[in-house]
């Protein structure tokens, strides 16, 4: 079973508008990644929040993570055309195995 | 630096054939990971590797073997191929943080 599941599974807004994207997840946590993935491409990673952390930033990127609810969101801002993809949370197991498991995604589209 | 590379890139097989899938990465990261995506379904881990000449199951290892002879590559092999493993393969390496992706292989088996 998935241990992230992405909230919406698809998304479309207007270009300037933000994008938020939420992913829940089953088990305690070390820390939980974001990665976009553009159309018949491979994945790149955007942003690591470790289980301490309550929220991070890079660039019009900022993720929040809440251990309590076992949920994260990722927040884009000022979104372009260019952000048009599917994003996907990953989680560890938290139990230092290196194996993680990614949601299902969310797929967005920006349109300009 | 190339990354992480993946060969071949398309690959159509018969049911019963075996291949085996190649990954390369030029990062000297100790782990690396082979998942395989499929339409609403996200990306499932077959095998991973936590160093030179160790592998483990991920969620979805049947009817898949991998190898880590060398710190740089990490194989996947289907010994008796199936419809059912039609999908895009990808790899994938780290250094215990964000992972890096190859471009994937997309596999067809009639």
């Known amino acids: 079973s998935q241990q992230g599941e992405e909230d919406p599974q698809a998304l479309s807004i207007q270009e300037g508008e933000n994008a938020t994207m939420n992913c829940s997840y089953k088990t305690s946590i070390n820390n939980l990644q974001w990665y976009r993935q553009n159309s018949g491409r491979g994945l790149v990673h955007l942003i690591l929040?470790?289980?301490?952390?309550r929220e991070k930033h890079s660039g019009r990127l900022r993720v929040t993570l809440d251990t309590s609810k076992k949920s994260s969101s990722l927040l884009i801002t000022a979104s372009r055309a260019a952000d048009t993809a599917s994003y996907f949370c990953?989680?560890?197991?938290?139990?230092?195995?290196?194996?993680?498991?990614f949601g299902t995604g969310t797929r967005l589209k920006v349109l300009a | 630096n190339a990354g992480v590379t993946q060969t071949p890139k398309f690959r159509v097989l018969k049911t019963g054939q075996s291949m085996t899938l190649l990954c390369a990465q030029d990062?000297?990261?100790?782990?690396m990971y082979w998942y395989r995506q499929d339409p609403g379904m996200g990306l499932r881990l077959i095998h991973y590797?936590?160093?030179?000449?160790?592998?483990a199951k991920g969620e979805v290892p049947d009817g898949y073997n991998v190898s880590r002879l060398k710190k740089q590559n990490f194989l996947l092999g289907l010994e008796s191929a199936a419809p059912s493993q039609t999908s895009v393969y990808f790899c994938?390496?780290?250094?215990?943080?964000?992972?890096?992706f190859g471009p994937g292989t997309r596999l067809t088996v009639l």
């Open positions: 990062m000297n990261h100790e782990y």
């Open positions: 990953a989680t560890d197991d938290g139990a230092g195995t290196y194996k993680y498991i």
């Open positions: 929040i470790r289980s301490n952390e």
């Open positions: 994938a390496s780290s250094y215990g943080g964000g992972k890096y």
């Open positions: 590797s936590v160093g030179e000449g160790t592998t």
